[in-house]
């Protein structure tokens, strides 16, 4: 399915943050089957070497901490300095420290909203700031259900994953007039690395499977799709969209998963 002078995409230039595995790694395989060139940034060292291996061509990797923004303008000039401009981006990076409110670590509350909200902030930000002088750009931000559905011991993640669906909407209503799009896509349960404690765990996995509709969880590829959708030409009137891909599972709710973290830590001398 397409070529470089075939695709969908082909003769683009796409960033891709958290490119090196899971979602952002799907995404960065389908850009690169319908003709994108790529920049893949990722904290991961090793993981960026395996991609650089399995992509010779039309793929520079880059290592790249997308909370601190010296790195991210670095990484946005990278791709305009190598591929000659920046057509497409996508926010993928993420990750949680879970915990309890009433037990949450400030440093592990500021870890999830610096890796889950701030990045998306600056990396539209500076994705924007190159696609403005073309007059078009798409941006597609990875958020979550949990923008929707809260979660036992996931305040920080909920709350940031919330905030990168507003920052889109706010995102969109500024950028849209200039003839960049931005959108966010928001996946349910994906087997991916950061999910694999879930899926490890048999007893876990089966109470989140009981409120997924569709009986299982999601594939990155499955993600991916929706994703480049949103980036194509096919969504070129779509802007400010949240895009639920969870198996329907925002109409059932979250599973308790007080059972498989314990209670809260905070008062047990006290009990």
Request: aromatic fraction near 6%; glycine fraction near 12%.
């Amino acid at each position: 399915m397409g070529t470089q002078d075939g695709g969908r995409f082909a003769g683009q230039v796409a960033v891709v943050t958290g490119g090196a595995s899971g979602i952002g790694l799907a995404i960065l395989r389908g850009l690169h089957a319908e003709g994108a060139s790529i920049l893949c940034a990722d904290i991961n060292p090793a993981a960026l070497d395996a991609v650089a291996a399995a992509f010779p061509d039309r793929v520079a990797c880059l290592e790249a901490d997308v909370t601190r923004e010296d790195a991210v303008e670095a990484m946005m000039d990278e791709a305009v300095a190598r591929f000659g401009g920046l057509d497409l981006s996508f926010h993928v990076a993420g990750g949680n420290r879970g915990g309890y409110v009433i037990d949450q670590a400030e440093a592990d509350w500021d870890f999830t909203i610096a890796l889950c909200l701030k990045s998306v902030f600056l990396c539209t930000k500076h994705a924007a700031r190159r696609m403005l002088p073309k007059g078009r750009g798409a941006i597609v931000n990875i958020a979550s259900l949990n923008a929707h559905v809260p979660m036992h011991a996931g305040a920080a993640y909920a709350s940031a994953k919330a905030g990168c669906e507003m920052l889109t909407r706010n995102a969109a209503l500024e950028l849209t007039p200039s003839g960049i799009r931005v959108n966010a896509v928001l996946p349910g349960l994906v087997q991916t690395p950061l999910t694999k404690r879930h899926f490890d765990n048999p007893l876990a996995h089966a109470a989140f499977v009981e409120r997924i509709p569709a009986g299982r969880a999601a594939q990155p590829e499955e993600i991916a799709g929706p994703a480049l959708f949103l980036a194509s030409e096919a969504a070129s009137y779509v802007s400010g969209a949240s895009l639920l891909v969870d198996g329907a599972w925002a109409v059932s709710g979250y599973p308790d998963m007080r059972p498989f973290r314990g209670e809260p830590l905070f008062g047990r001398g006290n009990k």
